[in-house]
């Protein structure tokens, strides 16, 4: 019953966007119903007739209202106490509410905005939480004293609704006045803070309550005065009866869950004033869409993609001067919503009449079979770049080549059928900004076996749903018969419309179709002897030595199509963690990171990269991951590295004293590594007895025999028995060598690390190896400024003061007397408030279950 009921929000969630597209197809048929008695034409007019001043006056208003927005933000920051440049908060917000306004979860979109921006401001995951949440009361309470005032100064008379016993909105605006007032006496009364969970949430002052009503009314005041001013003449509605039917539609479309309420807002404001002409009530809508969403959004993108950039450049600097593709974490969504963008203007405008003047002269150039032709392609081509959106959102570069060339097509078709060489103007921007960044797109692989997730899915559908309600609308004094779709004339718009329509949903149809009837996708083969020889021919060819780990079993490994490479990955709770980047050449494993990343949405889970380096970090920010640093890996050139000199005279003083005491040092070929094998168990029993500990798994080899005979083993002796041992990693063309179990028994003297770890440093040398990894140092080169991201700070703080419960920052030094290079090391995985419980899934994947994360 327990995990049943726990089930239920993850189930719920993922219903959302499915709830989102039934009340988005109920608000098209309330306002098919409503506009029955009017025609597309009239729609437009009523467009045409909005003066220039009214529209001067809406942006007025519009910029006001985002601007009182922003003051929830302020506010929140005086409720912390936390101060934050107010440019800063300005933007954060600003972004916050344009992308929610349009994207709809309104609290779940700003709540991921806003830590995105501020966690790179230095705020803790707590601080965001508080701050989100006092916005997200301030917005409410808007809604609550604006409502509560206008539903009783002057009601609204509710539709008759059976088993709803209200028919006006006073009484809903006495309980939104209580609710409001009560707010302002728990304020009062109470002065104790509340906790949930782990975090201690204080109530604000009452001076600080009631400016949050007075903030919260005045936004919802202002947003209500833009479409009040776009209304036309016609429309007889004082303010605040205006007012009350906005704020009423308002509350209706945050419920609905459709992304900026489109549709329903629109629908509930016609539903609500039926004394008023439709069609001008709906061009005023379609304006104030445009001037209070579209536009804020527009801008909004602009200066998230300037804020990414820059604070990317401050942030993995050194990153960006490696890689050097810094734009590949913005470009691809950005063309890829543009692409979205396109695909749906280009449908829309299939869907609706031609300009009778450009027609005519059209005729007099394009004989009628082409502009039959290109308005049926045309809608198809809209169709298409609604598919290939997210193919460049997932960066294929087949995806690339078939955007442009569709873009290509769309602008032919866009001036052929209608001489509308604005729309073509458009397309062109998004191809001239699409060619430029072909580097971008890497990804060799298949549209048809890319997951469409739920909400993307149901954004098509939106898109093509709203095509075809227009399209109805714009033709509905038109009489249907058979004939129309046989009927081909050049004012024939709405037999085009019909066949245009047909076309593009039968292609998304029979996309859909192949989808379905696609082969099953790949699964992770079980571990066992032919998995394990084919990852071991992989990794003999690998110069890094990593990929060694795979040898121990105990990781389920994903293999590419030509198996070429792999990944090994782990599986705990809703973590699907991979070990390292991902084995193989480097387009092959930049293409098996995505195959895991498609492989655990499938199943419903999170992918997390864990231990990786540099090379691979950009493809990871291209999946939308989050870097975190762990530590710095520790490698020693031998080329120049010498016991010579004052630098090394300590190890070279425990080499040679080892060696007068009777140690000696020997590299065994794997071959010999069975008949060693109860010597070496002796060994690590004793040590792991002496540590406390027990094995630790997934990240660490363990001692176990079918790994150990894989690899050569370097024993130390002391009278012929064996007190300590290691086995290496050797990489091909010997580039790197390094160790994975290092034990020593109670009867190994003091210094035999250093003993060993110089001799194998030696034969690495004799056998011409270029380097020898000595490993990571955890939390290793944080560093603690005052602008540092909160992760780097806490990883700081622990480095130095962390000695009580691991000595990191004494095996930094210790690795530093072998005079290494660093290089840093990273956990990529989704951000935010789940990172503490990916870190545990982490932590119980190598500790061998919970019982190893408390025990010893």
Known sequence: MNSTVKQWPSVLQRLLPLIALLMFFAALWVLHDSLRNFHYHEVIGWLHAVTATHLQLAVALTVLSYLCMTAYDQLAFYYLRHPLARGRVMLASFISYSFSNNIGLSLLTGASMRYRLYSAWGLSAEEITRLVSFTAVTFWLGILVAGGLVFTLEPLDLPAVPGLPINSARILGFLFLLVAVAYLLLLKLRRASFRFRSWEFSLPSLKLGVVQLAVGGLDWILAGSVLFVLLPEQVFLSFSQFLGIYILAQIVALVSNVPGGLGVFESMILLFAPQTSSAALLGSLLLFRAIYYLLPLIVATVLLAVTEILARKVVVSRLVRVVGQWGAVVVPQFLALSTLFAGAVLLFSGATPVVPERLHWLQNFIPLPIVEFSHFFGSVTGAVLLLLARGLYRRLDAAYLFTSL???????????????????????????????????????????????????????????????????????????????????????????????????????????????????????????????????????????????????????????????????????????????????????????????????????????????????????????????????????????????????????????????????????????????????????????????????????????????????????????????????????????????????????????????????????????????????????????????????????????????????????????KFGPVWEPHYLASPGGFILPRILTNITSLISGGVRGVVGK
């Open 406 to 816: 569709f873009l290509v097509g769309g602008i032919l078709f866009s001036l052929l059928n209608g001489a509308d060489y604005e729309e073509a103007f458009l397309l062109a921007l998004l191809l001239g900004a699409l060619v430029p960044c072909r580097r971008h797109f890497y990804r060799k692989s298949s549209l048809f076996t890319e997951s469409f997730t739920l909400s993307w899915i149901v954004t098509i559908l939106l898109v093509f749903g709203c095509s075809t309600w227009l399209g109805i609308f714009a033709y509905k004094h038109v009489a249907y018969s058979g004939e129309l779709w046989w009927h081909f004339a050049l004012k024939a718009d709405a037999p085009r419309f019909m066949r245009a329509t047909v076309g593009a949903g039968t292609l998304l149809f029979l996309f859909s179709l192949a989808r379905l009837l696609r082969p099953v996708a790949i699964k992770p083969e079980p571990v066992g002897t032919s998995v394990l020889d084919k990852a071991r021919a992989i990794i003999a060819t690998m110069p890094s030595v990593e990929a060694n780990l795979a040898l121990l079993g105990d990781k389920a490994l994903l293999f590419d199509e030509q198996q070429r490479g792999f990944v090994m990955y782990g599986i705990e709770g809703q973590s699907w963690i991979s070990m390292g980047d991902p084995v193989g050449p480097p387009e092959t494993a930049r293409d098996l990171a995505w195959q895991f990343r498609e492989l655990v949405e499938r199943h419903g889970g999170q992918p997390v990269f864990y231990e990786v380096g540099p090379a691979m970090l950009h493809v990871y920010l291209d999946m939308g991951l989050t870097l975190y640093k762990l530590g710095e890996d520790a490698s020693v050139l031998l080329s120049d590295f010498t016991l010579a000199g004052s630098e090394h005279s300590g190890l070279r003083y425990t080499h040679r004293r080892l060696g007068r005491e009777g140690c000696s040092f020997e590299v065994l070929p794997s071959s010999a590594v069975p008949g060693l094998l109860p010597d070496l168990q002796r060994v690590s029993d004793g040590w792991l007895q002496a540590k406390n500990c027990r094995e630790k798994r997934f990240s660490l080899g363990y001692f176990k025999a079918d790994y150990l005979v894989n690899f050569p083993v370097a024993v130390v002796r002391v009278q012929d028995e064996i007190v300590a041992f290691a086995n290496l990693w050797t990489g091909s063309q010997k580039e790197e060598l390094s160790v994975d179990l290092m034990r020593y028994g109670s009867q190994a003297p003091d210094g035999i690390m250093d003993y060993l770890f110089v001799n194998l440093i030696l034969w690495g040398q004799e056998q011409g190896y270029q380097r020898f990894n000595l490993g990571m140092a955890p939390l290793s080169g944080l560093e603690n400024r005052p602008f540092a991201p909160l992760w780097n700070r806490i990883g700081a703080f622990v480095f130095r003061h962390g000695e009580h419960f691991y000595n990191f920052e004494g095996l930094r030094h210790y690795k530093e």
